[in-house]
């Protein structure tokens, strides 16, 4: 039986939350509910022999369940003694918020009824650890929310602005109780207060309960049945049998009849189980049935801080309510400029105009048609050829797809694409003499070398000798060729630098940066450029030098704002001291996965790590056997969302994940590896 859950959220303290929740509780079970009750973390609890005792959560306890005692730690796993926001407190007391108990108790209290009710501490915003609040652990709960407000002065203003915040967190507001716990509330006022709740936030007024005096149970009942009898309707509408599967199964089908999703066998998609993911709180995503899965991929490796970074969410709440979008063409915009501004500060030196675009693709080709058109425009039109890599991938629209060498993704558009010069990939001796020899045959007419520097990406993660980027970097020099370096996958943290070029100490002509950019909240790239580059295309109008390329949503102040935010992060977490532990943890992880007779080459840098899945004694499996898509597919079961490219599985989870999910998550995928290819 899959529970659905409802967090009880207050306004404020003393708002009486925990006597709408009992009442709730009493109330569905008088209507042949399987009710069950918790409140995940109470502070102010008396030591009593020894033991904090949370003493909401055992009144809740005593309402609901026939053997109290026996629940309370899954009732309350996390208890604190200071009265004061579960953040302040455990950081007084030296703990840190334990997660995995809080997930673990909600599941078995889910086990055997048809609605758990929650209770949170305090009101919705407040803090439970450094990175999430009240609202962020209904998230996680893959909760709908019941907003409890006072019905008095400032109720309307603490209401809605709860409910806005409830909103604005995506998740679901079944609507709000207004409750008069002392009897103060101006009795011909409350039903226009409500009102106008109701006006400013859309929300459904679900009662308003008057106080109650007694909190035995018949006297609970009695009192409160009237007035949540809206909200008992709600409820009850959302525990019918099989509701929640119903609306998953229909979105299930809509999406398979109605969608065409990227890099999908769509043949094969319609045939098997979805998950449609719903909401999503640090690195975990929630489906609409309620499972909870780690982002093993940082969702195509865009998320850098966790999903719905306060800091983040924030900072788009704020400039929305200045400016959602302006165009660029003759125009600007201030999150832009200050975007820009912090861009060119952390970039490699010598990069100082920033050309916003909305993807990694776009990006590339940006960088493309500037090279192309600088060398024409400074009296150099013979330099029009572009050199790249074997295995290489850039993205794409046709000008990255024509720099990019894998032929499985784009081979078909072959006849469509420019001419590039290819040069192997270095996986051994010799790879220097055939860069020079690129250089020396097609340097006059090249104008540019494209590369990702370090690690080819979508290739399978193959890393590049030490001191290659570097090499290309003094032959572009040598020859007066564009160096441009796509850090679409590399930028923002992911090798454990802010960029992977400054690994080996190099500043390109040309820089691409998107996927990581706003932390993984709205599509925004970005390429960088010098200041010669950037000088080829200035003179008079009618000489038409003009860069006449860009997009409708160039510079969109809400993804400029999002990524100000996610750099100041960085500071503000020290998150590239975050992305050392992670490769640490990440590095002891391999070591311990290679030990598989399925698992072949393994290999890191920084937050990026990759396994080949192979038979025992090392023989690759053939790629139409579809071992790695199978792989991936079995680690649903254990709690594991991660993408394979071919045979080769992919691990970039955010910089937010934890030691426990991480070992989690590896736990997950060697289960999956051993059921999977034990098999084959």
């Known amino acids: ?75 309350c796993p996390v208890r604190y003694g200071l009265p004061a926001a579960p953040a302040v407190a455990a950081s007084h007391e030296g703990h840190v918020l334990d997660w995995q108990a809080i997930h673990a108790a909600a599941d078995t209290l889910s086990r055997d009824v048809q609605i758990l009710l929650l209770e949170g501490a305090g009101g919705a915003l407040v803090p439970l650890d450094d990175h999430h609040t009240i609202l962020d652990a209904a998230a996680r709960l ?11 002065l400032g109720g309307i203003n603490h209401a809605a602005l709860t409910i806005r915040a409830v909103q604005d967190a995506g998740l679901s507001c079944l609507g709000f109780v207004l409750s008069d716990p002392l009897g103060e509330a101006d009795r011909p006022a409350l039903a226009e207060n409500a009102a106008w709740i109701a006006r400013l ?65 769509m043949a094969d998609f319609v045939r098997e189980d979805q998950i449609l993911v719903e909401h999503a709180t640090g690195a975990e995503l929630v489906d609409t049935l309620g499972r909870v899965y780690l ?84 009296g150099k039109p013979e330099r029009r050829k572009f050199a790249a890599l074997e295995g290489a991938y850039h993205g794409d629209t046709l000008g990255a797809v024509s720099v990019g060498g894998i032929s499985m993704f784009h ?70 060729v564009l160096l441009v370096v796509d850090e679409v996958a590399t930028g923002f943290g992911r090798t454990g630098r802010m960029f992977a070029c400054e690994h080996e100490g190099v500043s390109p002509d040309l820089m691409a940066v998107a996927k990581g950019l706003t932390g993984g909240t709205l599509p925004l790239a970005a390429t960088l450029a010098t200041e010669r580059v950037y000088a080829g295309f200035l003179g008079e109008y009618a000489r ?68 080949d899945l192979v038979r025992p004694g090392g023989e690759p499996y053939r790629w139409e056997e579809k071992v790695g898509i199978r792989v991936c597919q079995a680690a649903r079961d254990h709690g594991v969302l991660v993408r394979p490219i071919g045979n080769t599985l992919v691990v970039m989870p955010p910089y937010a994940v934890t030691p426990p999910q991480l070992e989690r998550l590896f736990q997950g995928l060697e289960r999956a590896i051993e059921r999977v290819c034990g098999e084959v």
């Open 1 to 75: 039986m899959k529970a659905f859950r409802c967090f009880v959220v207050g306004t404020d303290t003393g708002v009486g939350k925990t006597v709408v929740t009992g009442a709730l509780a009493r109330l569905l079970q008088e209507r042949g509910l399987a009710v069950g009750v918790m409140k995940p973390v109470e502070t102010g609890c008396e030591v009593r022999d020894g033991w904090l005792v949370p003493e909401d959560a055992s009144w809740l306890a005593g309402l609901v369940y026939p053997e109290p005692d026996v629940l309370l730690d899954r009732v």
């Open 142 to 152: 893959g909760a709908s929310v019941l907003v409890v407000g006072r019905a008095g």
């Open 201 to 265: 936030t859309g929300a459904l007024h679900l009662g308003t309960v008057p106080p109650v005096h007694d909190r035995s149970p018949a006297a609970l009942v009695s009192t409160c049945r009237d007035a949540l009898e809206p909200a008992l309707q709600v409820l009850v509408s959302r525990v019918a049998p099989g509701e929640r599967e119903r609306r998953a199964r229909r979105l299930e089908e809509a999406d398979k009849r109605l969608l065409w999703h990227p890099f999908t066998q």
């Open 295 to 378: 982002d093993a991929n940082s969702s195509l490796w865009v998320n850098l801080h966790g999903h719905r970074h306060p800091r983040l969410m924030a900072a788009l709440r704020e400039q929305l309510g200045r400016l959602d979008h302006s165009t660029m063409l003759g125009l600007g915009n201030v999150p832009s400029v200050e975007l820009a501004e912090r861009l060119v500060a952390i970039a490699p030196p010598g990069l100082t105009r920033v050309f916003y675009s909305d993807n990694g693709s776009t990006a590339v080709e940006a960088a493309l048609k500037m090279a192309y058109q600088h060398w024409h425009q400074v």
């Open 411 to 480: 081979g078909v558009y072959a006849p469509m694409l420019f001419e590039v010069v290819r040069v192997p990939f270095p996986d051994g001796e010799g790879w220097e003499a055939e860069l020079e020899r690129c250089f020396a045959e097609h340097g006059p007419e090249l104008a540019a070398f494209v590369t990702e520097p370090l690690i080819q990406g979508a290739s399978g993660m193959r890393l590049l000798p030490p001191g290659h980027l570097r090499r290309v970097r003094e032959l572009c020099d040598r020859y007066d």
């Open 544 to 611: 038409l030098r003009t860069f006449f390329h860009g997009h409708s949503y160039t510079g969109n102040p809400l993804a400029c704002a999002a990524a100000i935010a996610s750099l100041d992060l960085f500071r503000e977490e020290d998150t590239l001291a975050r992305i050392a532990d992670l490769a640490a943890g990440l590095e002891v992880a391999l070591v311990h996965a290679a030990r598989s007779p399925h698992v072949g080459a393994t290999r890191q840098l920084g937050a990026i790590a990759a396994l």
